[in-house]
């Protein structure tokens, strides 16, 4: 078994694996029974003051039998009183003194509110804080959260106040909402940050009521903008995390949040920079347990793989570039496994409306494959690639419902890069080579 | 989680050793679109059903989500903690009784996760790279003997070895696997799979010595006085006899002796194959012996039985399969003689009223007199079921037997001799492989307690 324990930015867990601030860590209750299933660290539900929350709160985006593939909730920070929370943390760190337990910070703009909401989690014994400057509903309007996290200067100010107080360490947890991460991250570490933990949740309305018709979800009738998280936004929080490991001037470690279920979104996610990982929705959706997995899939693929924690940490990021550096010269084209194939025709239709008319059907006879056609391939034909007409674009296997039966083969027929910088610089301009155009796919 | 598991594209049909013919598997692991669709399908219940309908408990949920993100090293481990013969109980398990019966979408999908298969997918995993998940514990220096090398010794041995104990395995026969190796059905497991699971076993240190019938040498005092406990699972050696005159007419077998040689020796099995073949019996066996028969070529295979079709002991399913493969079956029929001059022609039944219940509360069948009929066969198989031999056993002091079945403690599977553990077959009276692991394992964990407290 791989070695997953950690060291973020002076705070230890015996694995990367961290509840984010949300449900699961109301209470010390949860965070405990957390701790027994294997979490490796908890950042405690946002603590400031108390507030009061709506009936009902949360609403899910199901894709076909999948359940919550993307999340979306109205809630706000804890509804308890600050001295139950730090107590808890004080007696969770007593039970657990191995495991990392953080204080999620959200108080007034005011510089003694922040020194004392601080000072209050030391004292408690957290091993760190995080301030949060991402919930972007019923916080943001009160001048704290995102309304904090947009804001460059305000995030700055902020971590400032509660790094003159801090001595343990101070994340600051970004905001999605925003049109460029870099600014407000820059400037968190620029104030001090010991590191930064991102993505909060994203702005959005994830339905409307179509017998009602009330947003969801609904509050006697109405409903109001909410956070998005779940699966669905890991493709947000990959790029954002990204592009934050990747900026020359941020040299703080990142715990990456947004869509983590599973021990490959876990990889993904370190394999781009980030050092630790939050989860919250998978955990609202199957548990606690879910980390057992977690744990077990990532020795298990570091083994297998020959590598560490700490080497796999950044691997890709220097593989993630800027399109105009991608190399124009590799070309790909589809090819079909035609004994693999069921006969769906997915890719067929798929290619001649929605791209570029390079997959046609041939009578299976043609195929040269042995055997008879298999029945839902003796009428219409089986799909077959027109390779000087494929583009390469991936379409046709994403489409595929069959693993491995759409593969992308490499027709690259040079080893040469050449860019779109590279065409500048020798001031060409780059042209599609070899790539007849068609009107149809029938072949 | 719905993308993940086409990471790596797996083999078309990746099965080694999935043979054609009338004794290739009936039923393959999950791979491809198929695994993609099941794995997600499965709603990783939580305290769930399956994992309860489980004699060894297996964690179902957790190792099809470990199937679902693409750990397969940890769906194996997952899978033999808790059974260690999990390859061959994935293959021979009643899962349509056990964890595929208590599925929560047999409810409102009618249709449950095949969890029998997707434990095969998981344990392909273990058998290719040809290795356990799992090693040894710490050595505790103490000895515990196992005497039979079925389902339950092996499960013992092996939970013994991962809590430390140094364990000697001893069997009467020269193959060790008890009926795993020799009585499983072709079609859903071969020998040569249960002989790979033993490997496994001796993998973890445990030390095999076959050809050795306990009791006989070494005498049962000399094992005990050698070791610090005795697990007993010796399984039900002695096979029911027909009764009937005619019984020792050459072509008259019994279905153990018929299935084991069709495993073993498949070419000789061959050349005794039955044109016309008569099963006598209502269970498991009888079915697995009546299906073999026929899948030998036999042109017609007719299965006696002597109650009626709902007191069969068969499973439904492998009822199912009997006649799917075209056996006949007669009801309320018994056998009264066998004839023939040199060796079996035909054997003679009459029809069989059903009286009063018997000792065991179902109804006792009579022959009617005068209903005489003749079926002709070149082979007779006798499937009545298995005995206790008891006699073999009376050399353990404190072994109390109870219908044919060594008593134990429920919970511990002590005897009452307290240097002696029982289970599997010779316990339970003859059930499933998988409750036999279970009890084996369930075995190894009280010696090891009971041990590590003196
Ligand atoms: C024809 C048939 C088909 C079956 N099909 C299935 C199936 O499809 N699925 C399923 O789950 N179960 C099936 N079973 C049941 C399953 O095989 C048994 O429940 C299981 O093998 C019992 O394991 P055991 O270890 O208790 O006994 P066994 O497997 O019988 O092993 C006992 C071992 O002890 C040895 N032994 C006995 N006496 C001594 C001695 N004195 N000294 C040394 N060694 C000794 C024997 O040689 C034998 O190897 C089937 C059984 C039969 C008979
Ligand atoms: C119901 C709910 C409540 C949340 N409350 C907080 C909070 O109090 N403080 C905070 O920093 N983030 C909060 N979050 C955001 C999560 O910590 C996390 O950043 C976000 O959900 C993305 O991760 P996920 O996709 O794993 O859920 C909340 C999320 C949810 C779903
Ligand atoms: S999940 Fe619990 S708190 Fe939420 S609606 Fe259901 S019962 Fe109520």
Avoid at chain 2, 178 to 203: C, F, Q
């Amino acid at each position: 078994m791989a070695d997953l324990s950690l060291d973020f930015c002076g705070i230890r867990s015996p694995n990367p694996f961290w509840l984010a601030s949300g449900p699961p860590t109301n209470s010390g209750d949860q965070v405990a029974r957390a701790f027994e299933a294997g979490w490796g660290g908890a950042v405690w539900k946002t603590i400031g003051e108390p507030i009061v929350n709506v009936s009902s709160r949360y609403g899910g985006l199901d894709l076909g039998t999948a359940r919550m593939a993307g999340f979306n909730n109205v809630e706000l920070i804890t509804d308890r009183p600050m001295e139950v929370n730090f107590r808890e943390i004080t007696e969770v760190k007593k039970r657990f003194p191995d495991r990392a337990v953080i204080a999620s910070l959200m108080v007034e703009s005011k510089r003694a509110a922040w020194h004392d909401v601080v000072a209050r989690s030391q004292d408690a014994g957290a091993d760190g804080i995080e301030l949060n400057f991402g919930c972007p509903h019923g916080m943001s309007e009160r001048g704290m959260g995102a309304a904090v996290g947009q804001v460059p200067e305000y995030c700055g100010r902020i971590t400032g106040w509660a790094k003159e107080r801090a001595k343990i360490p101070v994340i600051v947890k970004l905001t999605p909402n925003v049109t460029d991460i870099v600014r407000p991250a820059r400037a968190a570490a620029a104030a001090g940050a010991d590191a930064l933990s991102l993505i909060n949740t994203v702005n959005s309305l994830i339905g409307v009521d179509l017998d009602t018709l009330a947003p969801l979800p609904t509050v006697r009738g109405q409903g109001s903008h909410g956070g998005y998280c779940g699966p669905a936004v890991k493709p947000i929080a990959l790029h954002m995390v990204s592009t934050v490991c990747g900026d020359r001037e941020i040299r703080v470690p990142v715990s990456a949040i947004g869509g983590i279920a599973t021990w490959r979104d876990a990889a993904e996610f370190i394999a781009l920079g980030a050092a630790s990982l939050q989860v919250c929705t998978a955990v609202m959706h199957h548990g606690f347990r879910i980390v057992e997995d977690m744990i077990d899939g990532l020795s298990a693929y570091l083994d297998e793989k020959g590598l560490t924690l700490a080497s796999l940490r950044g691997k890709a990021a220097k593989n993630v570039r800027r399109w105009e550096e991608l190399d124009l010269n590799y070309r790909v084209v589809a090819a079909i496994d035609h004994r693999r194939c069921i006969g769906c025709q997915l890719c067929y239709v798929a290619c001649n409306d929605g791209a570029h008319q390079a997959i046609g059907l041939r009578p299976w006879a043609e195929l040269g494959i042995e055997g008879p056609a298999p029945a839902s391939m003796t009428g219409a034909g089986v799909p077959v690639i027109i390779e000087d007409a494929c583009v390469g674009c991936n379409l046709c296997s994403l489409v595929c419902p069959v693993p491995g039966c759409i593969r992308m083969e490499d027709r690259s027929g040079t080893a040469d890069r050449k860019s779109f910088l590279d065409y500048q610089a020798a001031g060409e301009t780059p042209r599609a080579a070899g790539q007849r155009q068609r009107k149809t796919g029938e072949g | 989680m719905a993308q993940s598991t086409t990471a790596a594209a797996p083999a078309l049909h990746p099965v080694p050793g999935w043979r054609a013919g009338p004794f290739a598997e009936l039923a393959g692991p999950v791979e491809g679109a198929e695994l993609v669709g099941e794995v997600n399908r499965c709603l990783y219940c939580h305290d769930a059903p399956c994992t309860r309908a489980c004699p060894t408990g297996i964690d179902v949920p957790a190792f099809i989500r470990k199937l679902a993100t693409g750990n397969r090293r940890g769906a194996a481990r997952v899978i033999l903690e808790a059974n260690i013969l999990g390859a061959s109980c994935a293959r021979v398990c009643p899962t349509e009784v056990l964890c595929e019966g208590a599925c929560v979408h047999l409810l409102d999908q009618g249709r449950p996760i095949p969890i029998g298969r997707l434990q095969r997918t998981a344990t392909d995993w273990a058998l290719a790279r040809g290795c356990l998940p799992f090693g040894p514990g710490k050595a505790t220096g103490r000895r515990v003997a196992v005497v039979g090398a079925g389902p339950a010794g092996l499960a013992c041995a092996a939970e013994l070895a991962r809590l430390g104990e140094s364990v000697t395995m001893y069997d009467a026969r020269e193959r060790p696997g008890g009926l795993s190796t020799h009585g499983m059905a072709e079609y859903k497991m071969t020998a040569d799979l249960a002989l790979r699971e033993v490997e496994w076993v001796t993998g973890l240190g445990v030390e095999l010595k076959l050809g050795q019938r306990i009791g006989e040498e070494p005498a049962w005092g000399t094992l005990l006085a050698a070791h610090d406990a005795l697990f007993l699972a010796v399984g039900l050696p002695r096979a029911v006899a027909l009764g009937v005159p005619g019984e020792t007419l050459p072509g008259v077998r019994q279905a153990l002796d018929f299935i084991e040689e069709l495993k073993l020796d498949p070419a000789r099995a061959k050349r005794a194959a039955g044109r016309r073949v008569v099963v006598v019996g209502g269970g498991n066996t009888a079915v697995d012996a009546a299906t073999q028969a026929k899948r030998l070529g036999a042109e017609r295979v007719t299965v006696v039985y002597r109650r009626g079709l709902g007191e069969m002991p068969a499973f439904r399913y492998e009822i199912d399969l009997l006649r799917g493969d075209g056996c006949e079956l007669r009801l309320e029929t018994m056998p009264v003689r066998i004839e023939g001059r040199r060796r079996v022609e035909r054997i003679v039944c009459q029809r069989a009223e059903l009286g009063g219940p018997g000792p065991d509360g179902r109804r006792v069948p009579r022959a009617v007199p005068g209903t005489d009929l003749a079926i002709e066969a070149d082979l007779v198989i006798a499937a009545l079921g298995q005995r206790l031999d008891e006699g073999a056993l009376a050399g353990i002091p404190g072994l109390a037997f109870a219908n044919g079945r060594v008593v134990v403690d429920a919970a511990t599977r002590r005897t009452g001799n307290p240097k002696v553990w029982a289970g599997g077959d010779c316990v339970n009276g003859g059930a499933e492989a998988v409750h036999a692991v279970a009890d084996g394992r369930e075995a190894a964990r009280s010696i090891h307690a009971a041990l590590s407290e003196a």
